[in-house]
């Protein structure tokens, strides 16, 4: 069965044949998108290997779910996946701001946009 076979695949003797095929078939499902819709789910400037990465962790996501869905013609299993890859491109989306969200990035927008505070009036 199925959850037999991800078994199999997760000993640690089949641990390095599993990355392996985990990476084609990330870097297959990547290239299966092209180049239109690489550049939504991660920017540019990204690694590919993070892009690989996010694939394959989504693919290893919806196959674990696949597997304890019951629903008819497994439509839990693409709302989920539908679900992770809007979550993958809000985070894309919002990547850029990712610096200013930063505890240096928070500091210096605080220190910079303080006023000058005024003496304490004096009774």
Do not use: M
Not at 19 to 41: F, I, K, T, W, Y
Not at 74 to 96: G, K, M, P, Q, Y
């Amino acid at each position: 069965s199925w959850p037999q076979a991800l078994a199999l695949r997760a000993l640690p003797s089949n641990l390095p044949s599993s990355l392996r095929d985990a990476h084609s078939v990330s870097s297959l499902l990547l290239d299966a998108c092209g180049e239109d819709a690489r550049a939504p789910l991660l920017p540019g400037p990204v690694d590919h290997h993070a892009k690989l990465l996010s694939v394959g962790a989504l693919y290893g996501a919806a196959e674990l779910y696949l597997i304890t869905d019951d629903s008819p013609d497994h439509a839990d299993t693409w709302a989920f996946l539908e679900r992770e890859i809007e979550a993958l491109r809000s985070v894309a989306t919002n990547a850029s701001r990712l610096p200013d969200l930063s505890p240096a990035g928070l500091l210096v927008a605080a220190l910079t946009s303080r006023k000058p505070s005024r003496r304490p009036r004096e009774f």
